[in-house]
């Protein structure tokens, strides 16, 4: 008996529910039918032709897809949120079953022809027609999906430390403000984030909307919406593949004056790291769009280091002549020996090498052993104006020809010239003496030879030295300054932040439909268990308990 009882009381609640749905259906399509007879969806809905349709638009941001600064589009995903009101889709939902909204296909209706003015592919219309919420009243809200590429200028004044402000304006394409006036949807004047998703490129740092109203004397008005997108560059990427890599080759630059000049890989290492920039240039003019407007950030400090690059490779090159320079082929003017050699080490705080043999040999005492000298090979002062003018090449050995020639006539005018107490000598002793005197001015030749070179290279080497602390000051100076000169390189942008600022919470009608039918399920189920507690205490069935209940309770919201 209770089997059958249970059984029964289940039938009963599958033909009421199954009831509900059919005489629901047939509630909507009669709606539909009665709303639709006579309706044109292409005349504006309005009694008289002079009253305008107000429509409130608003724009829901999703996804920054991508932007292309070469091209100069932003590419993005957004909802686009129309709410009008049609008085020809009027009803009393109490006659169709408590229908308080209906969904039907966009084309069914009139809907108004708002379009992205700064369009940059063409398709000015959104890709997926959604239904659109008739709502009692007469109020119909459309929220298409689409995907924007919109015309965005982009400045690169400071890139890669570059914040972009997009324009998205929507504005009717055929009616003017007269016809069709925009609003704000829920007088709320920014871009709605509440379900943006982020971006690993850029963060949204503000999205501020904007009504424009254009009144006309002549003529009817005009109306648009404006939204601003400002985004700022995530700058991790552009840090590490290029502007890391640029400042250590700039610094780089300045390693080639720490190499001795005798090194040939001096402009080696200099025109490799020329051409290295040069890539770097190339990489970053295939980035940024062709503008004679601004020089980008990233390029003013490429092309302050290709000049640095260019200008140390020429000193190199005067660097190396300065020391490979001879006194066969020049002669150092004493204002060079003054700075190069003086002054320029002593600031610079370098210190001379150990002396050379020709300041050990001008430095020993005359004479020490008290031998009486030659008087042609008395001192080093007696022959140094001759060794001032003297070739190496112009001194012969004793037994050379044109030596011997006129030994003996020069012996002679000696003896002549000397007094009758002077020493004489055998002939082998003064060729003897000759030989001794050719190899001691030929010592003294060479290493004054040996000491101008050494000084011209001593000259390069000071030059070197103060080309290395002016290209590492003015190359810090320049990195520092050039870098530094971006607006927003310090600061952060908190994206969790701009979102909770820019959230829209859905009021209005939308959320009376969520209240309504989260009210609606819980009085459904509070009214079946309100039923079965009172089958069992006043002996009434569950069915009926419950329509009873149902009848007092769907409508209270």
């Known amino acids: 008996m209770a089997a059958g009882t249970s059984i029964l009381l289940t039938s009963c609640l599958l033909l009421f529910s199954v009831s509900k749905t059919v005489c629901g259906s047939e509630d909507e399509e009669r709606l539909v039918r009665d709303l639709f007879r006579g309706y044109n969806k292409l005349i504006r809905p309005v009694e008289n032709m002079t009253h305008r349709v107000d429509v409130a638009f608003g724009l829901a941001f999703i996804q920054l897809i991508n932007v292309n600064e070469k091209n100069q589009i932003m590419k993005s995903n957004v ?40 369009n940059a592919d063409g398709n000015y219309e959104v890709r997926y027609k959604s239904n659109v919420l008739i709502y009692p009243s007469g109020e119909v809200l459309w929220v298409p999906p689409a995907i924007y590429q919109s015309s965005c200028t982009i400045d690169v004044t400071y890139f890669p430390f570059d914040q972009q402000t997009c324009l998205m304006k929507f504005g009717s394409w055929t ?43 002549d003529g009817p008005s005009e109306t648009d919406i404006t939204f601003f997108i400002t985004i700022r560059r995530k700058t991790l990427f552009y840090t590490v593949n290029l502007i890391l890599p640029t400042v250590l080759i700039s610094f780089l630059c300045v390693l080639v004056f720490y190499l001795p000049a005798e090194a040939g890989e001096k402009v080696t290492l200099g025109i490799s790291i020329l051409l290295s920039l040069v890539v770097f240039l190339l990489l970053v003019s295939k980035i940024l769009p062709p503008t004679s407007l601004v020089l980008p950030l990233i390029a003013k400090y490429l092309l302050f280091t290709f000049v640095m690059n260019t200008v140390s490779i020429l000193v190199t090159v005067v660097i190396i002549n300065l020391n490979f320079r001879g006194p ?43 031998v009486p000298q030659h008087p042609q090979y008395s001192s080093p002062q007696l022959s140094k104006s001759k060794m001032d003018i003297m070739e190496l090449s112009d001194l012969h050995h004793p037994n050379c020809k044109i030596n011997r020639t006129n030994a003996y006539d020069r012996e002679m005018n000696r003896r002549g010239s000397e007094g009758s107490d ?80 820019y959230k829209v919470v ?10 309504w039918v989260q009210g609606w399920v819980q009085g459904w189920v509070q009214g079946w268990v309100q039923g079965w507690v009172h089958a069992w205490t006043n002996s009434v069935s569950p069915g009926e308990a419950y329509l009873n209940f149902e009848d007092n309770s769907l409508y209270r919201f």
Do not use: C
């Open 79 to 118: 909802w686009l949120r129309l709410v009008w009101k049609d008085y020809q889709l009027t009803w009393d939902d109490a006659n169709y079953g408590g229908i308080n909204v209906l969904r039907l296909p966009p084309d069914k209706v009139w809907k108004p022809d708002i379009v992205l003015f700064n």
């Open 506 to 515: 859905v009021i209005g009608m939308e959320g009376w439909v969520q209240d």
């Open 175 to 217: 009616f003017n403000g007269d016809q069709v006036s925009l609003s704000l949807y829920n007088d709320k004047d920014f871009v709605d984030l509440s379900d943006y998703w982020k971006s690993g490129t850029w963060d949204i740092v503000e999205v501020p909307a904007k009504l424009n109203h254009y009144p006309n004397d």
């Open 328 to 370: 066969r082929t020049h002669r150092m003017p004493n204002w060079i020996r003054l700075v190069f050699l003086k002054y320029l080490p002593a600031i610079l705080f370098m210190k001379r090498p150990r002396k050379t043999r020709q300041h050990w040999m001008n430095e020993m005492p005359a004479n020490p052993s008290g």
């Open 422 to 501: 002077s020493l004489f000598m055998t002939p082998e002793a003064y060729k003897a003496t000759e030989a001794v005197e050719f190899i001691a001015e030929h010592l003294r030749n060479e290493d004054e030879y040996i000491q101008v070179r050494e000084d011209w290279k001593y000259v390069a080497m000071v030059i070197d030295r103060l080309q290395l602390y002016i290209f590492f000051t003015v190359t810090t100076a320049g990195t520092i300054g050039i870098l530094m000169d971006a607006p927003h390189i310090f600061e952060y942008v908190d994206q969790d932040k701009i979102i909770e600022t």
